[in-house]
Antibody, heavy 119, light 107 residues
């Protein structure tokens, strides 16, 4: 069974940093591209970043470039999102998701982890 | 950036009736279009990909159609568990973009 479990969310002050993790199991992690998607409270879905199966290719939403860094460790079956210079508008539930195919739709999603940026 | 526009924003439907949701892309996305269902407090669930292919385990009452810029998600004979928010998403080009969502509520 495919499982994606996010962790690392919490309350952080504006300007602070946070690192999210996503532990994957039930599939060969190293052969799938992955992504992060976020959802602000009461709002819609917003793509954050994607990373290829090897980690060699990475794409970011323009509005986040330079502040967020996506990475992965295939030996640990884990996906990460390093978030720096956090702002109130980054408050959201962050989901990790597996791509159904390279750079594709998301066929499996984690349960999400809430990041709250507030003083 | 490809803008995805969903309509209507809210659809009131009685159980057993049909629901038809629309998604329009600001430029062609070919058939690189997915639909997701999200219930309150839960993660999205993939329903349709490739504009018309049902994901694993999705009931046949869900169907997708369209290509290019106009897409439709149809739910025939709505069940109680189908009342939720539905999102379309294009994966034709970067950045990946979602529609604003369409809520299907009980009439």
């Amino acid at each position: 069974e495919v499982q994606l479990v996010e962790s690392g969310g919490g309350l952080v002050k504006p300007g602070g940093s946070l690192r999210l993790s996503c532990a994957a199991s039930g599939f060969t992690f190293s052969t799938y591209s992955m992504k992060w998607v976020r959802q602000a409270p009461g709002k819609g879905l917003e793509w954050v970043a994607s990373i290829s199966s090897s980690g060699s290719y990475i794409y970011y939403a323009d509005s986040l470039k330079g502040r967020f860094t996506i990475s992965r460790d295939n030996a640990k079956n884990s996906l990460y999102l390093q978030m720096n210079s956090l702002r109130a508008e980054d408050t959201a539930v962050y989901y990790c998701a597996r791509d159904g195919g390279p750079w594709d739709y998301s066929d499996y999603w984690g349960q999400g982890t809430l990041v709250t940026v507030s003083s | 950036e490809i803008v995805m526009t969903q309509s209507p924003a809210t659809l009131s439907v009685s159980p057993g009736e049909r629901a038809t949701l629309s998604c329009r892309a600001s430029q062609s996305v070919s058939s690189n279009l997915a639909w997701y269902q999200q219930k309150r407090g839960l993660a999205p669930r993939l329903l349709i990909y490739g504009a018309s292919t049902r994901a694993t385990g999705i009931p046949a009452r869900f169907s997708g159609s369209g290509s290019g810029t106009e897409f439709t998600l149809t739910i025939t004979s709505l069940q109680s568990e189908d009342f939720a928010v539905y999102y379309c998403q294009q994966y034709y080009n970067w950045p990946l973009t979602f529609g604003g969502g369409a809520k299907v509520e009980i009439k």
